[in-house]
C-alpha cells in the first residue's frame, strides 16, 4: 500500500500528529509532504491519501486551503481519504467557546468536504486535540493516532 500525508502544522502538533501517523504506516510507503510542497504529482498511485490541518475558525489553515482549491476536479477518483486536524476539545471550555466550536466546528470536516468534491473517497474525519491555542497536544493524542490509522489497513 502506498499511503500520502499531505499536512500544515502552525505550532509543531499538527506535524507531530502527521509523524505519528507515518510511524503507524511504516510497513508501507508513506511520503509525509508539508502542504507547501504538495502537489497532485505526489500524490498520483496512493492507496491511502491522509489530509490534515489546524483548526483555525473552523477552518484549515490558508495554505492548506489553498491546496485544496487548486486539485483539478475528478483528480482524486478512486482514492480512498482520510482528514485529520488538531484543535482545542469543546468539553472543559467556557459557554463561549462551546458556541464557537459548535457553530464552526473543526477542520477535518471542511478538508473531508473538499477532497470528496475532487473525487475522494472518505473514510473517516478525526480531531486530535490539544491543550490551549498552542498546545501541546493533549495526553494519549499520540496514542489515538495508532489505532486510528491502522483502521485503514
Known sequence: MKAVIIYDSVYGNTAKIARAMKDALAAHEVDMIKVGDADMEKVKGADLLIVGSPTHGGRPTPAMKNFLRKIPKNTLQGIRAATFDTGIPKAGQGAFLKLVISVLGYA??????????????????ETFYVIGKEGPLKNGELDRVQSWVKVFL
Open 108 to 125: 477535518a470536516k471542511y478538508i473531508a468536504t473538499a477532497l470528496k468534491k475532487k473525487g475522494a473517497t472518505i473514510l473517516k474525519a
